[in-house]
Nanobody
Framework: VQLQATGGGLVQAGGSLRLSCAAS????????MGWYRQVPGKQREVVAM???????NYGDSVKGRFTISNDNVENTLYLQMNSLKPEDTGVYYC???????????WGRGTQVTVSS
């Protein structure tokens, strides 16, 4: 599975951004898709996840502000980020966990910077 994330950028606090992640390759193996973020000196943390059945889960810090969704026709994962805070700053990575082999695939990160 290949993943290409886009949509990062610089935004002021309170603003919005939408990240996209286009998946290609063996998409039928995809079980769970998600977004993670990482800041220097910290471990990569889960932001949001969505299962093949459409069940979503969010990190506590983004609940009520971020929405994960996917377009199964376009094979694209989205992350709508609203009410952004400076602490949302980081590199955001798209992730896929496959159904049968539990293999993780990562896209190249996209930088999100929220200014105060």
């Amino acid at each position: 599975v290949q993943l290409q994330a886009t949509g990062g950028g610089l935004v002021q606090a309170g603003g919005s951004l939408r990240l996209s992640c286009a998946a290609s390759g063996n998409i039928f193996s995809i079980g769970v898709m998600g977004w993670y973020r990482q800041v220097p000196g910290k471990q990569r943390e889960v932001v949001a996840m969505i299962t093949r059945a459409g069940i979503t889960n969010y990190g506590d810090s983004v609940k009520g502000r971020f929405t994960i969704s996917n377009d199964n026709v376009e094979n694209t994962l989205y992350l709508q980020m609203n009410s952004l805070k400076p602490e949302d700053t980081g590199v955001y990575y798209c992730n896929v966990l496959t159904r049968f082999t539990s293999t993780n695939y990562w896209g190249r990160g996209t930088q999100v910077t929220v200014s105060s």
